[in-house]
């Protein structure tokens, strides 16, 4: 059975694009050819930055013949239905069998499709595969039409047995496919013939070309880390750069070269991402000093100097680069402690934030109004975390962040640092991005969790205020990570706060907020510029309003109610708190799927969000939790079984008799023993519930409803509900509504399913 | 006088700024490029040039090199900074169709401005190339030499709003940064001009330092932002209505469509633009409006000119 080589070669692969595009070529190929009959015994992809390479081995020399038998009509049917038969077929009349069947005689076209040599099949495949490969971004080159990452040179394409290697025969848009590649571009020019997959990897790496990028990673990684040794360094672990970095060379050789003394005293973030960013270095460590103070650098070949030119070049570069973080960072420490950050803070008023909320200055005016107001339900000083807000973003005037935006929030804190504010506020400008994916660190810290919160809670209601939602699975503002933010950081410092009370305050300011500053307008569609005209009250849209309405009033408006758009394109008002309730709704599912992670059933949190205090997230949870917990005990499974089954008893006979059995049951009505028992069980529970909740001990509560269990089930065993007695048959139903209103003020148990 | 400094390939190390731009000229133009030269116009790159953006539309071949200078007022640091300038130039190289060895032309052009292909480190790094005012984007890689990003090389794809049918490459040099590289000078001001050896040696600082600071001040603080302004709106005024003229010229009774005086105003639009923002009378918001202004006018030339016979028009295709 033969082996398949392929080899795409082309110019330079984007090295973020190289591992998948590897594996988009296998699973095509493959694909592609068991479909056709081809099956095959291994495969493997490879990728360098000038080629894309699958290997098969054991690949059918041919397709198998496949034989299908079709039953068609009698022999004796109407002329039309047998040439209907023969069309399907693809027969002829004198092809056909005649068979005897239970009817009598009967056709059969007996259809054989021959097996195709691999070859054939294989220029099919490759052919189809090139022509529509699902590139991220593909172009197109010279005065051809065919789409490439970058313009494909060659196609190498051979099938090998014993016999030899035999090319199998392609032409893609002018390019032939032959059993020629080319090695290094550099330190092997030229082509070279290949009759195996073996002989290819050999030939290769002669030609200075290591086939495998993970080969091609480890020998970075051994040589970095031995040289960084042998000096007593460690490089800086990046797994990340390491693949991209194996992605840009076919012959890494790797140089370790020093950090200019000038710049060791840069932070080491910045050291790092510039030389990461710009330069795809791995950074070296001094273990003594902690320090980074060395770079190592991947280049493509060898030269005889053993890359000290190479070397002395990318040394000159870095010099350059750092130059210039250096200039940034001294400029911006100047800024800092002569200035203050609330220089860079007013220089945020020309920064768009969006432009139906405002610039970043008012929108940062808004989370330290919304800090200060929440610092209390997180032990934060509101004084500080006020400060902390208001500086918590000035570092996005800095110069090292407009350079190099993912040093956001660390610049912040030694700049907040060097101007001397206190540690917690530092502190805060760094953390309060967090969190920002589900498995980053929630900060802890008050004044940075409030600082976190608000500025979550201020994206929030701005998008909820102008309409902005996340759509299906459009959601360009991130809101569903905002909420979730928000959800691990109450949970995570277990903050208690009314949010609905928050989210309308909230959304209310920011409304207010934007009138003042003519956005509201916008909203509204109208002409700021006209407000203080006649105009402005002819305006037809604020009839939809109200009659004539000052400014002033559209603000007080504004304050608890603002303009909707309904499905239908009209205009309504709605109050404030509707909006709130919708963005505490978007805030109920988000809990729900970070609580499904946790193993907690979306039933159980229904039957918790159907209780009183639901915008308080973290006593939603703690209640959550512990139903959860107790509705995986035997107990709390048969509780809600026999709780279900008196809802139901009970709410057929108060809808058959039109009466709400609420009165109370009375004990002295009470024949059965059983009956007695389970007087006496919830009037001991009640007071225990009633304490626990009160102390928000859920588990308690739980603990109490659940040992309802054993009484309710013996009174279901033991007593008929519709007796022959009125009296008694009332009071049971008046029992069973105390069973009913007792175990809802834990949760809503009807919500449960099964 | 001592002895030229030989590289190892044997190809002798260049001397100055200019014998650098001299020998890229000489390498093109020996591989069939028409010379031309600067056009006479405020740009930002040399991509502005006609030869370029206009030429790459169309079918017809083209192959054309040139130096363009280059103003970006934002960058302007009073001639301070060791390698940011308000005026610099680019070397410009478009190729339509592209060659299927512009890669190994381009690696010759590096070696015959004395980069030894044996002891350097070329790597081609992904880079696409978009430009929001010109409607054009282009798949391609920024080179480096060491680290050192000494080119953009680019297919257009797209411009002015078209497929480019053939695909143009086009290269990109930054000379200063280029020639500072091969010559091993830290400080643009302090690079050779003319051979250091002339009678009358002139260093890029002799040369440019006080344009630098004389163009920085003007940039960032002088020049008139409501007279800019009114620049603007004549220059997108006028490519408009000069587009808006029948292609039948009533005097000579011949099919002129003005696409290149139209560009012209273009190319204004974009330099004023270029100015205002560098005098801070941009803001965020407005600056999208602004690029989207120009890029319409951009279009609008691109549509113009595949309506000439440079553009590939041709009576036969009408009818």
């Known amino acids: ?754 | 006088m001592s002895e030229p400094q030989k590289a190892d390939t044997g190809i002798a190390k260049p001397k100055s700024f200019q014998e650098i731009i001299l020998r890229l000229q000489a390498y093109w133009a020996a591989k069939g490029c028409a010379i031309m030269q600067p056009y006479d116009m405020e740009v930002g790159a040399g991509t502005f040039h006609p030869a370029t953006t206009l030429r790459s539309l169309g079918n017809r071949h083209w192959a054309a090199a040139y130096v363009q200078p280059s103003r970006r007022p934002t960058d302007g640091r009073y001639g301070e900074n060791p390698n940011r300038l308000q005026h610099y130039y680019q070397y410009q190289v478009l190729i339509k169709p592209s060659p299927p060895d512009l890669q190994a032309l381009y690696l010759g052009s590096l070696e015959a401005i004395g980069i030894d292909m044996d002891m350097h480190d070329i790597r081609f790094v992904e880079d696409d190339w978009e430009s929001p005012t010109l409607g054009a984007w282009g798949l391609g890689w920024e080179v480096w030499c060491d680290g050192m990003e000494v080119s953009q090389f680019t297919y257009f794809q797209q411009v002015g709003g078209h497929d480019c049918h053939p695909v143009s490459g086009e290269l990109t040099y930054g000379l200063e940064r280029l020639a500072m590289y091969v010559l091993g000078i830290d400080h643009v001001m302090d690079m050779p001009y003319n051979d250091p050896q002339s009678p009358i040696a002139l260093s890029y600082g002799d040369v440019f330092l006080q344009n630098e600071q004389e163009y920085s001040r003007w940039n960032f603080d002088i020049a008139n932002t409501e007279m800019l302004l009114k620049h603007f709106e004549d220059a997108e005024a006028e490519c408009a209505a000069i587009l808006a003229h029948p292609v039948e010229d009533p005097k000579t009774g011949k099919r002129i469509v003005m696409a290149q005086p139209a560009y012209d105003q273009c190319i204004k639009a974009s330099h004023l633009f270029n100015l205002l923002d560098a005098r801070g009378v941009i803001s965020v918001t407005e600056r999208q409006a602004y690029i989207g202004r120009v890029r319409t006018l951009a279009k609008a030339c691109a549509d113009a000119f595949v309506q000439t016979e440079a553009g590939g028009w041709t009576p036969e295709a009408v009818a």
Not at chain 1, 354 to 362: C, D, I, M, R
């Open chain 1, 1 to 754: 059975m033969p082996d398949l080589l392929i080899e795409l070669f082309s110019e330079e692969i984007p090295a973020r694009m190289q591992a998948r595009a590897a594996e988009d070529l296998k699973k095509r190929i493959t694909d592609g050819l068991v479909e056709a009959g081809l099956t095959y015994a291994g495969a493997a992809a490879f990728h360098t930055p000038r080629r894309l390479t699958l290997a098969l081995s054991g690949l059918l020399a041919e397709s198998p013949t496949l034989r299908e038998e079709r039953k068609g009509p009698r022999t004796d049917a109407p002329e039309k239905a047998i040439e209907g038969f023969l069309r399907g077929a693809g027969l002829t009349r004198d092809q056909l069998q005649e068979r005897d069947d239970k009817k009598g005689a009967v056709f059969f076209a007996v259809i054989e499709k021959p097996g195709r040599p691999a070859a054939e099949i294989v220029a099919e495949v490759l052919d189809t595969t090139i022509r529509n490969f699902p590139w991220p971004k593909s172009m197109r080159w010279g005065e051809g039409a065919l789409r490439w990452v970058r313009p494909l040179h060659s196609i190498l394409c051979i099938l090998t047995d014993e016999a030899g290697a035999e090319v199998v025969p392609l032409d893609v848009d002018g390019i032939k496919s032959s059993n020629t590649t080319e090695g290094h571009r550099f330190l092997a020019p030229g082509r070279f013939p290949v009759s195996s997959f073996d002989g290819y990897v050999t030939e290769l790496k002669r030609r200075f070309v290591i086939l495998d990028a993970a080969e091609r990673a480890d020998h970075i990684w051994q040589d970095a880390t031995n040289q960084a040794f042998a000096n007593g360094f460690e490089v800086v672990e990046d797994r990340g750069l390491l693949a991209e970095v194996a992605g840009l060379v076919e012959w890494p050789v790797v140089l370790m070269g020093e950090i200019g003394a000038d710049f060791l005293g840069l932070p080491p973030e910045v050291l790092q991402t510039s030389m990461k960013e710009h330069q795809k270095f791995f950074s070296v460590r001094n273990p003594k000093t902690g320090r980074i103070e060395r770079f190592i650098t991947v280049a493509n070949r060898e030269t005889r100097d053993h890359g000290a030119t190479i070397l002395a070049g990318n040394q000159k570069v870095l010099a350059a680069r750092l130059s210039d973080a250096k200039f940034f960072w001294e400029n911006d420490l100047r800024v800092a402690k002569t200035e203050g950050m609330e220089a860079w803070t007013a220089a945020l008023s020309n920064v768009t934030f969006h432009n139906k909320l405002g610039s970043q200055s008012e929108r940062i005016e808004r989370i330290a109004a919304l800090a200060r107001e929440i610092a209390p339900a997180l032990g934060a000083d509101p004084d500080l975390a006020e400060k902390a807000a208001r500086v918590a973003k000035a570092d996005l005037s800095s110069e090292m962040v407009y350079e190099f935006p993912e040093l956001q929030g660390l610049m912040g804190r030694y700049y907040a640092e060097a101007a001397g504010l206190p540690v917690e506020v530092a502190a805060a400008c760094q953390e309060h991005y967090s969190p920002l994916g589900p498995t980053d660190d929630v900060p802890t810290a008050p004044v940075s969790a409030t600082v976190a919160l608000a500025d979550k809670l201020d994206t929030l209601t701005g998008f909820w205020a102008i309409d902005e939602k996340p759509t299906g699975s459009k959601d360009p503002f991130a809101l569903r990570r905002a909420a979730l933010g928000v959800i691990r950081l109450l949970l995570a410092n277990d903050v208690q706060m009314d949010l609905l009370e928050v989210l309308s305050t909230s959304i209310a300011s920011t409304l207010q907020d934007l009138g003042f500053s003519g956005k509201l307008f916008e909203k509204y569609d109208i002409d700021a510029s006209k407000t203080k005209s006649a105009d402005f009250y002819a305006q037809t849209e604020l009839e939809t309003v109200h009659e004539k309405l000052s400014k002033d009033s559209i603000l007080k408006l504004a304050h608890d109610q603002m303009l909707c758009w309904e499905a239908d394109g009209s205009k309504v008002l709605k109050p404030v708190e509707d909006v709130a309730a919708d963005l505490l709704a978007f805030f109920h599912d988000r809990l729900k799927v970070h609580l499904k992670d946790e193993g907690i059933r979306h039933d159980v949190i229904d039957a918790c969000l159907a209780m009183p205090g639901n915008d308080d997230i973290t006593l939603l949870v703690k209640r959550a939790r512990a139903l959860s917990d107790a509705l995986k005990t035997d107990d709390g499974v048969n509780l809600v079984q026999g709780f279900k089954r008196a809802n139901n008893i009970l709410s057929q006979a108060e809808e058959k008799d039109g009466v709400a059995y609420e009165f109370g049951a009375d004990i002295k009505f009470a024949e059965a023993e059983e009956e007695k028992t389970l007087f006496a069980a919830l009037e001991a529970a009640e007071p225990k519930i009633a304490a626990a909740l009160e102390a928000e001990d859920f588990a308690a509560a739980m603990a109490a409803m659940a040992a309802l269990r054993a009484p309710i089930d013996a009174f279901f065993m033991a007593v008929q509900i519709n007796s022959d007695n009125d009296v008694v048959r009332r009071n049971r139903l008046n029992l069973l509504s105390t069973i009913r209103t007792t175990v809802l003020k834990v949760a809503d148990l009807t919500r449960i399913e099964g």
